[in-house]
């Protein structure tokens, strides 16, 4: 009986061992399984599911290559980072987050290190948050300011180090360390090229002059005065006086008026026929 149960049992614990020591196929390093890795995990799939893929290599394998192909390890880190991660907050912006990110980059840590930690919001996210709220936006501002006069009091360290030896190098690193001190901090670091100040705009006041009708107390005269707007206070300032005159009757007015038509149109008659050279109703 208990060498029947060894029997039994060896024959299980065969089988059992023959499938947990069923060995994966070793995938071999090819730019389109690289390529199609990248892929997936910067459209958000995590490596376990990746991994999961008969046809993809095993996270021990992705590790291999990252050291022996540093294109590939860059590339992978890349596309990690890139990766859209859900919130930690579950809520979207987390403030806590963001000011620790803010705290880690300002003490010296690049941005994409921070978003390499698996604790961290990817770089998408962060620079979603930027643009979403504008507060966190200009702490990020600030903090990569703060990283650009790190970077800057780095390369006054390096300088001062420099040896014949290593000038060259130190000459190639000052250079790269310019260049992205400019980028993190554009507003203090960057080289600011002077330009004239804007020209003001160009103004027009128009200042409308308007009359009005002034009665003399006790005659009843009338006369036009005119008013025009001070420059500065727009004020209306009286600026021109007409004579005093009679008031109008506007009947006679009127009737003055028809008089005068008639009396021009009769003139003109007169001067037609006279050019005609004929005079039939004895005008002259």
Known sequence: MASDDAAALADGGGEAGAVAAAPRGYVRFSATVAREVCRRVAAGESQVSVCADAAMPSRATLKRWARAHPQFGRIFDRAKAMAPRKALSGQGF??????????RVSQGEML????ADPAMPSLRTIMRWRSDHPEFGEEMRLAREALAERFSDLGWTMALEATPQTAFLTQVRLKQLRWTAAVLGPRTHARLKAVAPPEPPETHTVLLRHFRIEEEP?????????????????EPVRTSEGPWKDPVDPVAKAAGVQA???????ARRVSAREAAGDDPEGWR
């Open 94 to 103: 987390c403030a806590a987050t963001a000011e620790e990110v803010v705290a």
């Open 260 to 266: 005068l038509i008639e009396a021009r149109a009769v």
């Open 218 to 234: 006790g005659t009843g005269r009338q006369r036009v005065v005119g008013f025009t707007p001070d420059p500065d206070s727009m």
């Open 112 to 115: 994409s290190a921070v978003c």
